[in-house]
């Protein structure tokens, strides 16, 4: 009785360890940027894109220069990026959402501080 106790087990045991996880990690997310032209007065204008499992969107054009961050100062951001111009600018942050990922946005002002969060993506 014993042994086949064992055996069951050693049998479950081996058919677990074929199995899918129940959840999948979150995808890796790095922003990119590049400067696309410039607008008035030399302002650059510059594209932001976020890279996720190998893919990458397009997520905005802005009259900034990007900045990559690697969302230290952003709490609860799985990436972000903020790019800047002449005392303003935006932030743009990946925040967790469930089994997946949202895009956040915010503007900032030098003298204002930042804005508040909206959901973009």
Known sequence: MKKAAIIAFALLSLAACNKTPRHTPFPQLK???VQTGTGTYNSP???LMLTESGGTKALAT???TGIAGDATDITGALAAVRCWW???GDDYAAFASGTGFIIRHRTLD???GA???REIR
């Open 62 to 64: 802005q009259t900034c």
């Open 86 to 88: 002449a005392g303003g």
């Open 110 to 112: 030098e003298e204002a």
């Open 115 to 117: 804005g508040e969060w």
């Open 45 to 47: 204008i510059t594209q």
């Open 31 to 33: 922003w990119n940027h």
